[in-house]
């Protein structure tokens, strides 16, 4: 299993769900993607990718200046 990591903080809608989707196609089943991004609309996008494409959202963490999520491929 393999952790990809995605810094695409300051990337606006729609930079940081591309990167997630270009990621996801380089990845196996059971690898993790890690991102980190700025943009709040981030938030509603990748849990409808996730719904959308049958990975999971393991971890949505939201602080002031940055969000991280972190997806399981299936």
Request: glycine share 6%; hydrophobic share 35%; aromatic share 6%.
């Amino acid at each position: 299993m393999a952790d990809f990591n995605l810094n695409c903080k300051g990337l606006q809608c729609p930079g940081p769900i591309v990167q997630v989707f270009k990621t996801a196609k380089e990845a196996q089943s059971g690898d993790i993607i890690n991102v980190k991004v700025t943009d709040r609309g981030f938030i509603k996008d990748i849990q409808a990718w996730c719904k959308k494409t049958g990975n999971e959202l393991k971890e949505l963490n939201e602080t002031e200046t940055e969000i991280q999520v972190k997806i399981q491929k299936k």
